[in-house]
C-alpha cells in the first residue's frame, strides 16, 4: 500500500511569513511576476527554478504554495535534501497534490534507489494531472544522474534562472525584517552591517536575530557601536 506524505517526518508544512509580498524581486521581477502567474495558469507545465544557494528559491517555492493554496489547489513542499535522510520511500503518495514543489535538487543522493524513487514521483505526479516546480542550484543538464530516464524528464523541462541580490535588495530585506521585529534601522547601520556581512540573505537574517536578541535582553537600540560589539566586528 502507498504510504501518505503525513506519515514520513518531512517538513511539508507552509511558512505563513514567505509570500510573495514580503520577496524582494529586484532583478527577479520578471521571473517572480511569472511565478505569481504559475499556479493558476492552465497552461502552465513543470519547471525548474534555479539559482545559487541565497537567491531565494526556497522563499518562493513556499511563496508558490501559498498563491496555490489560495486559488484551491492542494500544494505539497518539501527538500529533497531533508528527504535524504530518510528512506526512498519517503517520495511516495505525493500524486494527489498540486503543485508539488521539491526543493535542493542537488541534495538528491546519487543512489540508483534514491533517482528511480523521483522518477516514479515525477511519473505519478504528471500522470495524475499535476506540476512540479522545482528548485536546483544547478539547472539539471549541469547535473549527473544515474538514470537516464530520470534525467532526460529533467533536462527537458524549462529553467528560470534567478540572480543573487544585489545590495538595495539585501538592504530593503534587513529593514523590512528589522521593521517586522520593531527594530529601528538606522541608515548608518544598515550601511554598516551590509558592508562586513556574508552576502548570503540567510546568513545576513541569522545576523538581524541576534542583534534583535541582543538589543530586548540589553534594552539598547541598534546603533553602529552595539551592532560592532554584538557581532565583534
Not at 511569472?34 to 495558469?41: D, E, G, I, K, V
Not at 536546483?136 to 528560470?160: E, F, G, T
Amino acid at each position: 500500500m502507498t504510504q501518505t506524505p503525513s506519515q514520513f517526518p518531512l517538513r511539508i508544512r507552509l511558512r505563513d511569513e514567505a509570500g510573495f509580498d514580503n520577496f524582494h524581486a529586484g532583478s527577479n521581477g520578471a521571473v517572480v511576476e511569472r511565478l505569481q502567474a504559475w499556479p493558476a495558469s492552465a497552461d502552465a507545465g513543470s519547471l525548474v527554478l534555479c539559482g545559487d544557494a541565497g537567491a531565494g528559491k526556497s522563499h518562493l517555492l513556499n511563496a508558490v504554495c501559498l498563491a496555490a493554496e489560495s486559488t484551491g489547489l492542494q500544494p505539497v513542499s518539501l527538500s529533497l535534501r531533508e528527504a535524504a535522510a530518510l528512506a526512498p520511500e519517503a517520495l511516495q503518495g505525493f500524486e494527489g497534490f498540486d503543485p508539488v514543489c521539491l526543493d535542493d535538487l542537488e541534495g538528491l543522493p546519487a543512489d540508483p534507489a534514491w533517482q528511480e524513487a523521483l522518477l516514479h514521483l515525477f511519473n505519478r505526479v504528471q500522470d495524475a494531472g499535476g506540476r512540479l516546480l522545482i528548485a536546483s542550484r544547478q539547472p539539471p543538464a549541469a547535473l549527473d544522474w544515474a538514470l537516464p530516464d530520470l534525467a532526460s524528464r529533467l533536462r527537458a523541462l524549462p529553467v528560470w534562472q534567478l540572480a543573487l541580490p544585489d545590495d538595495d535588495q539585501r538592504a530593503a530585506m534587513l529593514r523590512a525584517r528589522a521593521e517586522n521585529r520593531g527594530l529601528a534601522m538606522p541608515e548608518e547601520v544598515t550601511r554598516y552591517i551590509l558592508r562586513r556581512a556574508p552576502r548570503d540573505p540567510g546568513q545576513l537574517l541569522g545576523l538581524l536575530d541576534r542583534l534583535d536578541e541582543a538589543s530586548l535582553q540589553q534594552q539598547r537600540r541598534l546603533t553602529v557601536p552595539f551592532v560592532r560589539q554584538v557581532l565583534g566586528w
